[in-house]
């Protein structure tokens, strides 16, 4: 007896042969997944240090400057948890050697004024230093300062505007 294959009988016998190739495994892999975190802080929100206008003249003393001005200023901190030695540095645009200046319209009249943490430690003019109440624990934190300006800053200067800016860094690890 003679047996006739035909092409559909040979083209679905391939079909269902090839599905077998075609059929996935159930098995199952894993992959790996990391993150890590750094060492990072950053300052911002800064409030303007405000002297408002500053009182030039002692009462019934024409000829000598008032008291000293102060004026105060808060700022936003904020570090990673755990970075390592958290410090600040505090520059100024218009320094000279190691003051913190205010500059006139004319540029050559200066006014020299300090800096201080709101409990009293002074601030070095580019010093890096640590800042009391500022910790590495991944809160942000309003820290205070406090600008003075001496009265004897004040004598003989003119009237009109006086700025600067003040640049605040954040370091650590040193």
Known sequence: MKTKISKFAIAFAAAMLSVGAFATDSGSGTMGVTASIGDECSVGNAAVLGFGQLSMLANGSPSTA??????????????TSGTTTPKL??????????DFRLVGAVTTTYI???????GGNAIAYNTVASF????AD?????LAIVGAI???EKT???KQAYSDT?????TYGI
């Open 89 to 98: 540095k505090f520059s100024s645009a218009n320094s000279s050697g190691t």
């Open 156 to 158: 003989g200067k003119a």
């Open 66 to 79: 008032a008291s000293a001005s102060t004026s105060g200023g808060t700022f936003d901190a904020v570090c």
């Open 166 to 170: 003040i640049t605040i860094t954040s």
């Open 132 to 135: 009391t109440g500022f910790s």
């Open 150 to 152: 001496a009265s004897s």
């Open 112 to 118: 020299v004024y300090t800096l201080a943490e709101a």
């Open 138 to 142: 991944g809160t942000t934190k309003s």
